[in-house]
Structures are given as C-alpha cells and as structure tokens.
C-alpha cells in the first residue's frame, strides 16, 4: 500500500511538472482582439522592416507586422509599440520600458541586420516625451542632448564634460526626472 502510495505521488508531481513546463508566458496583444497565448518564434527583418512570429496555443503561425500589435512578451520581457517620428516619417518599433516617468526611455535590442537571418542584438535607446518618442543617436548624442534636456544645467555641465554618454541614457533620464518630481 505504501509503494502504491508513493508511486501515486511520484506520478502526481512528474504531471504538475511537465505541465508548469509547457505553460505559454510569452503572448501578442493584437490592435483588434483579445491577448493571445503561444511561443514567439522570432522576429524577421524584411526589408528593414521587423515582423513578428508568434505559434498561438493550438501550433497556429502567425506573422505580425509593425503598427499591428499593442504589445507582446517575449522571455518576461514586455514590448511595446511606439510610433517613432524621424525625418517627417513614421515608423513603429517593439521596444523595452527601462524608466518611466516626465521623461521615459525604451530599448530595442531586435534591431539591425547581420545577413540573411541573423539579426544583431545591439542596444538602441529611445525617448519619450509628451507622447513623442525619438531615437537617440550615438554620433551627435551630447548636442542633441544638451538641447533636450536644456532646462537642467547639471545634465548639461555632466554632457560637456562627458561624464553623460550614450550608455549612460538610462541614468540621466533618471536624474533628471528625480529633479522634476521634486
């Protein structure tokens, strides 16, 4: 009776686990529709454009353009889309929360191309603020940024002094709205 008993359990716990590992944490979230459930599959650059490759919860494929999703999580990771505005263009991108408040910053790491099917992960920031969302280029960062973040005078000494670069984006916009939330 004991082994029966033990066994039961054994073979209760092996079905809990294998269930946990099949869990889907990764989803899209449609502009039309309801949150979807499945494995992303990848992200494909055609044309300098990124796609979204998602497989929902019953092995279906299905490819997303830009502009087409809200959202999606990839890994625990959240993406979400952003209109990004350059040169009277419009474009959109996936892109990471990494600070949030008077002045936000986004990172995409699915961007570039390395050839056919390798894409390069390389670390993009971008801003965000009264609803516009820009690129922050790493040739001419510290007079761009001294323009936009003109109405503090301590980022702008850290910027000519250099002690604010390009990877350091994250760490300044966290100052700077420290400074305005006070």
Not at 64 to 88: A, H, M, Q, S
Not at 137 to 162: C, H, N, Q, T, W
């Amino acid at each position: 009776m004991k082994t029966l008993v033990i066994t039961f359990l054994t073979g209760l716990f092996a079905i809990s686990t294998i269930n946990a590992q099949n869990k889907l944490d990764n989803y899209v979230i449609p502009n039309m529709g309801d949150t979807i459930y499945g494995k992303y599959d990848e992200s494909v650059n055609l044309n300098g454009v990124f796609n979204v490759l998602f497989i929902d919860e019953k092995g279906t494929k299905i490819t997303y353009k830009p502009g087409e999703l809200i959202g999606f999580r990839k890994d625990n990771i959240d993406y979400v889309d952003r209109e990004i505005r350059t040169l009277g263009r419009i474009d959109h991108a996936y892109l990471k929360l990494v600070v949030k408040g008077y002045v936000s910053v986004y990172m995409s790491i699915l961007i570039g191309d390395g050839g056919p099917g390798v894409v390069q992960l390389e670390e993009k920031y971008y801003l965000e603020k009264n609803g516009f969302t820009e690129k922050v280029d790493v040739v001419g960062f510290a007079s761009k940024m001294k323009k936009y973040f003109a109405d503090d005078p301590e980022i702008v000494s850290k910027l000519k002094s250099r002690a604010y670069q390009y990877a350091n984006t994250p760490a300044m916009v966290r100052a700077y709205n420290n400074k305005k939330a006070e």
